[in-house]
């Protein structure tokens, strides 16, 4: 069964960092896109990144470039999203999701069939 499980989230003063983790099991994550979503109370999930199965592709939302960074270790079975420089828009639950298609530009979360449960990020002093 395939499975992803999101770990990382809490709370941090604006302008601090963290880093998500997405980690899988019972499917070979390396043939897999795997995107990042995030969804704010009363707001539409939207894609915040996706890297490409052997990540030398990667996409980011405008609202996170140059703070937000995507990377994948394979041999691991995890994607990470390294986040810094947080702002309180960055407030929302974070979801990582995987398909075996491309990582596409438009981040769109119905291109994803495979979801994790998802991790709280809140941003505020």
């Known amino acids: 069964q395939l499975q992803l499980v999101e770990s990382g989230g809490g709370l941090v003063q604006p302008g601090g960092s963290l880093r998500l983790s997405c980690a899988s099991s019972?499917?070979?994550?390396?043939?897999?896109?795997i995107g990042w979503f995030r969804q704010a109370p009363g707001k539409e999930r939207e894609g915040v990144s996706c890297?490409?199965?052997?990540?030398?592709?990667?996409n980011y939302a405008d609202s996170v470039k140059g703070r937000f960074t995507i990377s994948r270790d394979n041999a691991k079975n995890t994607v990470y999203l390294q986040m810094n420089s947080l702002e309180p828009e960055d407030t929302a639950a974070y979801y990582c999701?995987?398909?075996?298609?491309?990582?596409?530009?438009?981040?769109?979360?119905?291109?994803?069939?495979?979801w994790g449960q998802g991790t709280q990020v809140t941003v505020s002093t």
């Open positions: 019972g499917f070979t994550m390396g043939s897999y896109a």
């Open positions: 890297i490409s199965s052997g990540g030398g592709r990667t």
């Open positions: 999701a995987a398909d075996l298609r491309p990582c596409r530009a438009t981040m769109n979360p119905h291109d994803y069939a495979n």
